[in-house]
Every structure is written in structure tokens, then in C-alpha cells.
């Protein structure tokens, strides 16, 4: 008897899925964090999988922002050695024009045939200090240091949208959430207005709470947390 087909089609898996599908915590696990206090369950304190998607999240943020600082570093020195790619179009009217952009010589020079050969001297003077500022900026390192910034930098984006399908049993967790969430937009948007200082006497509340509860527990978006999570991985040999 021939065996029947049981295959199918898998659903497309999507980037987040990927991300969060080894991190979402069981009903078991979720039931431990709710025993009693003099359960052995409850002292375990099993992972939770929203604080391991935010220490990785915080380790990749802050990778994006070295790669950051230092291909800004680099950028000054190439902008001093070499200069921004540029070329300088002295106009049928005598007038001298800087062109930071090949695309903008059609809009200095137009399109006539009058300035044909002009236009082609620009492309050709502007193509080769491209070339320059390139080479430049391979050899100094400034092209591998803004590749790893812009591929930290969407890695991190791509874990904090992880957040959202990535359940936390904690309130260490809870707090990571929203230190996360804190912390990004603060960065894009005016922190002053709504719901920024709302999200930020959440998190606040939360970290008191979490030390109260359980003294000494590592809370993200807390000053004295995070020092004593730096105390610790240094103790243990890590970070």
C-alpha cells in the first residue's frame, strides 16, 4: 500500500518570526513564574524571554553606535584629505558653480547642445573625485565602518520589532519593553510631549516595584541596575 502524502506547503516565515521563535516562553514556564512563594518553581526564576531579546538588543545598539562614532571619525579625515565629491562649472556667463551632485549638472548647465561639451568635462571632473573619495574610503576604513553601522543599526530595528510578538513573564521584562521603546523613540521624536514622559513613569514605576519585590534584580532603564549588571558579567569574566 503506497504511503499517503501528508506534506504541505510551510507558511512563509518572516524575519520576526525567525527572530522571536526561539524566545517565545511555554504556558509551563509562564505557570513556575506564578507558583507560590514557597515553591521551589518560584525561586528558580526561569529565563525570560524578553530580557534575552533586550541584552541583545542593547549589545547591537550599542555596536551601532561605536560603528557610528567611528565612521564619523573617519569622515572628518576623508572630508580634510580628500573632500566631498565635488566639481567646480565655470557657466557660459562667467559665474563659478560648486555641483556636490551629478545629478544636479542638468540643472546648472540644462540641456542644450551649447553646453554639451561642458557638461561632459563636469561629469568627467566630478566621476574621477568620486573615485578618489571610494578608494579613500576603503583603504581608511570608512566604507566597512558605515556597512556595519547600517547592518547593526537594522539588525537592532529588527529586534525591537521582535518585542511585540515576544511575551515577558517578568517585570524585568515588562521594563525591558519599554526601556527598548523608550530609548528608540526618544531618539526620533520630541521626548517632552506624549506619551514619552508617560512611558518613561511606567517604566520608572516598574523598576521600583521590581526592587522592591526582589531586591537587587537587574531592572533595564535604571542607573543602579545597570551598574550592577556590569559588575556582574565583569565578576563572571563576560562583557
Same mark, same amino acid.
Given at each position: 500500500m503506497a504511503d499517503s502524502d501528508n506534506s504541505m506547503t510551510l507558511p512563509l516565515v518572516t524575519r520576526r518570526q525567525m527572530l522571536t521563535g526561539g524566545m517565545? %516562553?511555554? %504556558?509551563a514556564l509562564m505557570l513556575e513564574k506564578n507558583a507560590l512563594p514557597g515553591d521551589v518553581a518560584a525561586t528558580s526564576m526561569p529565563s525570560d524571554p524578553s530580557?534575552?531579546?533586550?541584552?541583545?538588543?542593547e549589545m547591537t545598539r550599542e555596536s551601532a553606535e561605536r560603528h557610528c562614532r567611528r565612521q564619523q571619525r573617519l569622515e572628518t579625515k576623508l572630508v580634510e584629505s580628500v573632500g566631498f565629491p565635488r566639481v567646480k562649472v565655470r557657466l557660459p556667463n562667467g559665474q563659478d558653480v %560648486?555641483?556636490?551632485?551629478?545629478e544636479t549638472l542638468n540643472e546648472v548647465l540644462?540641456?542644450?547642445?551649447? !553646453?554639451?561639451?561642458?557638461r561632459q568635462k563636469a561629469q568627467a571632473g566630478f566621476a574621477a573625485h568620486q573615485?578618489?573619495?571610494?578608494a579613500a574610503a576603503e583603504e581608511g576604513g570608512y566604507t566597512a565602518a558605515l556597512r556595519a553601522e547600517r547592518e547593526a543599526g537594522e539588525r537592532a530595528g529588527d529586534l525591537l520589532e521582535a518585542f511585540s510578538a515576544t511575551p515577558? !513573564? %517578568?517585570l524585568a521584562g515588562v521594563a525591558g519593553k519599554l526601556d527598548a521603546i523608550l530609548r528608540e523613540g526618544e531618539a526620533w521624536e520630541e521626548s517632552s510631549e506624549f506619551p514619552w514622559p508617560q512611558i518613561r513613569s511606567a517604566l520608572s514605576d516598574l523598576v521600583r516595584i521590581g526592587h522592591v519585590l526582589r531586591p537587587g534584580l537587574f531592572m533595564p532603564g535604571c542607573r543602579q541596575s545597570r551598574s550592577l549588571e556590569v559588575s556582574k558579567n565583569l565578576k563572571h569574566g563576560r562583557g
Open positions: 517565545i %516562553t511555554s %504556558t530580557m534575552a531579546l533586550w541584552r541583545e538588543w %560648486t555641483v556636490h551632485a551629478i540644462g540641456k542644450g547642445p551649447d !553646453t554639451a561639451a561642458l573615485a578618489r573619495w571610494e515577558a !513573564t %517578568t
